[in-house]
């Protein structure tokens, strides 16, 4: 189990430079999940609209929102937060859901990662649909700070590849994993500011020092804020840079040393 550093950089930069094969694979995998249905992949996108619309009034209720600022705020972290704990589920499944492959092709293994990652890419913006209707019903504002939000899903992505690689090891070897992470995601996101607002809660709290504290709350905002017509905060944004390199190397050192054996593993 000595690491191979070498051999999982290679394998990293020659899955992620093989763009044709894995934006194919991604894009078959979501036409073979959904064949004969009638809405495709926009079924996620109805269980999106039906969440928002149905329980969106409420909450804004329970949290004294108006309805105009808290519909377009749930809608907008609900479908980043998705994007994020797909990662993270699928992420943990990724190397033994695709038995065939790893044991009989001679293929990059983050190949199956960047594949995964960019399947929930054009997942977001199939969900990114009713967002636009939600801009447009409680007009959300179109202003400098809009486009932000494509570098914020650039670093979202690139954060949801290294989470997803660490997952895929330790879900491949403990098969209990994917099982613990999907209790554990729905927690996480009543952790995070994603159904209740972080300015809400923090008046008069020190919970805004806790929330801070959390980067699934500045991989969030980086994306969400943008799409409102907000400008992230600059902590945000240097949290979520700062985890590409530290979170990359601590991918690499794990896959470097047990590269190998994923395959007996499965």
């Known amino acids: 189990m000595s690491p191979q550093f070498a051999a999982a950089l290679a394998d990293l930069q020659e899955g992620s430079a093989n763009w044709r094969m894995w934006t194919r694979f991604g894009w078959l995998e979501i036409r073979r999940r959904y064949r004969r249905t009638l809405l495709g992949p926009f079924w996620t996108s109805f269980n999106v609209a039906v969440m928002v619309f149905s329980m969106g009034f409420l909450w804004a209720a329970l949290f004294h929102q108006p309805t ?132 809400t809660l923090s008046r008069g709290l020190a919970i805004g020092y806790v929330i801070d504290l959390n980067p699934l709350f500045h991989l969030v905002d980086i994306v969400r804020a943008p799409m409102l017509g907000q400008e992230p905060e600059l902590l945000s944004w240097l949290v979520s840079i700062a985890l590409v390199p530290i979170g990359f190397g601590l991918a690499l050192w794990l896959f470097s040393r047990f590269r190998q054996r994923i395959t007996y593993w499965l």
């Open 68 to 199: 105009s600022k808290y519909l377009p705020y749930l809608t907008a972290g609900i479908i980043v937060w998705q994007f994020l704990a797909s990662c993270m589920n699928e992420g943990s499944t990724a190397f033994s859901s695709n038995i065939g492959l790893l044991t009989t092709m001679r293929l990059p293994k983050t190949l199956l990662i960047i594949t995964m990652v960019w399947r929930n890419v054009l997942v977001f913006f199939h969900n990114f649909l009713i967002f636009l209707i939600v801009m447009l019903i409680w007009g959300v504002p179109v202003n400098s700070a809009t486009p932000l939000f494509v570098p914020g899903l650039l670093l979202l992505a690139l954060n949801g590849c290294w989470i997803a690689i660490l997952l895929a090891i330790v879900g491949t070897r403990y098969r209990d994993v994917p099982q613990l992470l999907g209790g554990l995601v729905s927690i996480m996101m009543f952790l995070t500011p994603i159904m209740w607002s972080r300015d």
